[in-house]
C-alpha cells in the first residue's frame, strides 16, 4: 500500500491556527485535495480532524461522497456510518487494503500524521504551501520523536499563489 500523506499549510508549516481556523488556506487547496481523493478513493483522518471538518457543516463532507474515510481514533462514533473506524495506523491501512485499495490518503490532523510518520509509514508527502504565515498555531507534524529523509520529486503552481511541493520519503 502506498501511504501519501497529503496537507496545506501556511509557508511555515502550519495546518490551522491555535483555535483551527483553515480560513488562511486558499480554496484551490480543498479543491486539489477532493480530486486526489476522489482519484484514489479513500483517505484517512484523525478524530479531531474528523470532528472539525463534521462541525463546519455545509457541503464538505458531500463533496467526498464515494471516497471512503478511515478515522483513527479510539473512541469511534459508531453512529456515523459514512465512515470506517480503525484503532491504529495499521489497521487504517489493512482495512483499505482488505477493500482492494493501492493507494491511500493521510490528510490530518498532526497527531495521526506523527503517529504514520513514527512507524514508518508514510511513502509520499504532498505539501500544498498558501501564502500565509502564522505565528502560532497547528503544525503538520505533532512534536514526536522521528525523522523522515526525503528526495524532491517537483513542484506546481496550482492557482492562487498555491505551490505543491512533492517529496518521497526514503527512510
Same mark, same amino acid.
Given at each position: 500500500m502506498k501511504v501519501i500523506l497529503s496537507m496545506s499549510v501556511s509557508l511555515?508549516?502550519? !495546518?490551522?491556527?491555535?483555535? *483551527?481556523?483553515?480560513?488562511?488556506?486558499?480554496? !484551490?487547496?480543498?479543491?486539489?485535495?477532493? #480530486?486526489?481523493?476522489? *482519484? !484514489? *478513493?479513500?483517505?484517512?483522518?484523525? #478524530?479531531k480532524t474528523y470532528d472539525i471538518l463534521k462541525s463546519w457543516g455545509g457541503d464538505y463532507l458531500k463533496e467526498l461522497d464515494g471516497v471512503k474515510i478511515v478515522v483513527v481514533s479510539h473512541s469511534p462514533d459508531e453512529k456515523d456510518k459514512r465512515v470506517i473506524w480503525a484503532s491504529s495506523p495499521e489497521e487504517a491501512i489493512s482495512?483499505?487494503?482488505?477493500?482492494?485499495?493501492k493507494e491511500m490518503i493521510i490528510t490530518g490532523g498532526s497527531t495521526i500524521n506523527s503517529e504514520f510518520a513514527? #512507524?514508518?509509514l508514510i511513502d509520499e508527502i504532498r505539501l500544498k504551501i498558501n501564502p500565509a504565515v502564522l505565528g502560532e498555531g497547528i503544525p503538520v507534524f505533532a512534536p514526536v520523536d522521528f525523522v523522515l529523509k526525503l528526495k524532491y520529486k517537483g513542484a506546481e503552481e496550482i492557482g492562487e499563489e498555491v505551490v505543491e511541493i512533492v517529496y518521497e520519503v526514503v527512510s
Open positions: 511555515n508549516g502550519f !495546518i490551522a491556527t491555535k483555535e *483551527g481556523s483553515e480560513s488562511f488556506l486558499a480554496d !484551490i487547496s480543498w479543491m486539489r485535495f477532493v #480530486k486526489l481523493a476522489h *482519484g !484514489i *478513493g479513500c483517505f484517512v483522518w484523525g #478524530k482495512k483499505l487494503e482488505q477493500e482492494g485499495f513514527k #512507524k514508518g
